[in-house]
């Protein structure tokens, strides 16, 4: 029986959803309908559930709306509330490995192991004088966000089936290209904050969730030209390439000036990951841009020189087949890769 799943990626005020069908047999999942809606002011930000009431009114009128034809959900442990370290850990079962955590994990943690769901992924398996290892990931997310953002879509009639970390989302609607054996770095640059996850094909090797996205750029046109937000926002989507001369140029410099921050932590992301692999190297291919800050004027140039790397914006996603209505879509991603890689995940789950 064909089973659909819809992905929902809440951002910073603003929902996108994905369904996708997954079919028997070795045929594709089909993505099937894709769509998004703005939240008012104040009711999610940077992950943070401010006005549980309308956001399970927005939900439900989104349902609605949009007319899913599932209400089974996954979901997207938010942001700023979750964080991955690199860790090794005994050949154990995935039950021993998570009863675990808290205890390997003490002292790296930002805050106390009962406020945080904590998960690890296997990446690969040594073996030393000591014993057999994994070296993986292990990730925290905060409880009390997951929480708050679950019992709003439990209340709105759907029914969460997963919660994942939306790193690994976006790999996996990112990384099922053909080239399964080249490492790329996927970046998703957000409102409030960004990603960056290193993968070999499906392997996460490595994850950051770095708190600067075009929210920054935003507030550095407020501040120093003296517009409203919306005026900023205009301005930078206005802006295509760097301006010769007057006004224009001054909002160029200003919007380079304010994405610094993100382009540093990008840079130190790679940095750290070159001199964690210093022994034997592991030489990315690519970069893949996602998330409406992928659009900011300048950002795909200065990546390519702190990565020296190519960089793409909105690489197609992989390992699906598409609906007839969504086949011009299908080219322009960037936006719901996360949404689809959330959907994908449970499916993958084999539930
Ligand atoms: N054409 C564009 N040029 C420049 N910036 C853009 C463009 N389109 C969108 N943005 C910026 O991208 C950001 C929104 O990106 P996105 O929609 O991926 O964020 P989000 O998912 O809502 O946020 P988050 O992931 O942080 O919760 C905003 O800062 C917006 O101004
Ligand atoms: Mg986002």
């Known amino acids: 029986m064909a089973r659909r799943i819809v992905g929902v990626d809440i951002g910073f005020n603003i929902l996108r959803a994905a369904q996708v069908r997954f079919q028997r047999g070795d045929h594709l999942p089909i ?3 894709l769509a998004e809606r703005r939240l008012p002011p104040g009711v999610v930000e940077y992950g943070d ?3 549980g009431p309308a956001l399970v009114r927005e939900l439900a009128e989104f349902w609605r709306e949009a007319g899913f034809k599932s209400k089974h959900i996954a979901l997207a442990a938010s942001n700023l509330h979750v964080f991955a370290r690199e860790m090794a850990v005994p050949v154990m079962s995935a039950q ?3 009863e675990s955590l808290p205890f390997m994990m003490e002292g790296i ?14 990446v690969e398996q040594h073996v030393d004088e000591t014993g057999q290892s994994y070296m993986g990931l292990a990730v925290a997310a905060e409880r009390k966000s997951i929480d708050d953002m679950t019992k709003c879509v439990t209340d709105a009639g759907l029914r969460p089936m997963q919660v994942d970390f939306a790193p690994f989302a976006l790999m996996r609607a990112r990384g099922l290209a053909s080239k399964q054996d080249e490492v790329c770095a996927y970046i998703d640059i957000g409102a409030g904050s960004s990603i960056v996850i290193i993968a070999r094909g499906q392997v996460p090797l490595f994850v950051r969730i770095i708190p600067n996205g075009g929210n920054d750029i935003d507030d ?3 501040f120093n030209l003296k517009v409203t937000n919306d005026e900023a926002a205009k301005i930078k989507m206005d802006m295509k390439e760097k301006p010769k001369s007057g006004d224009d140029l001054h909002a160029w410099d200003l919007i380079q000036a304010a994405s610094t921050d993100l382009l540093s932590a990008v840079k130190s992301t790679f940095d750290y990951f070159a001199q964690s692999h210093a022994k034997e190297p592991i030489p990315l291919t ?4 996602s ?7 300048g950002i795909t140039e200065a990546i390519a020189a702190i990565s020296a790397l190519p960089v793409e914006v909105d690489g197609n996603v992989s390992g699906v087949e598409w609906a007839h209505n969504l086949q011009k879509a299908k080219h322009k991603t960037s ?3 996360l949404a689809i890689g959330l959907a994908l995940g449970r499916g993958q789950d084999g539930n």
Do not use: C, N, S, W
């Open 96 to 98: 021993r490995i998570r």
């Open 335 to 337: 936006d719901m890769a």
């Open 49 to 51: 559930v401010l006005d």
């Open 31 to 33: 993505v099937e309908k």
């Open 291 to 297: 998330g409406g800050g992928a659009h900011t004027p």
């Open 109 to 122: 943690l930002p805050v106390a192991p009962d406020q945080l769901y904590l998960d690890f992924y296997p």
């Open 220 to 222: 550095a046109l407020v």
């Open 286 to 289: 690519q970069v893949v841009l």
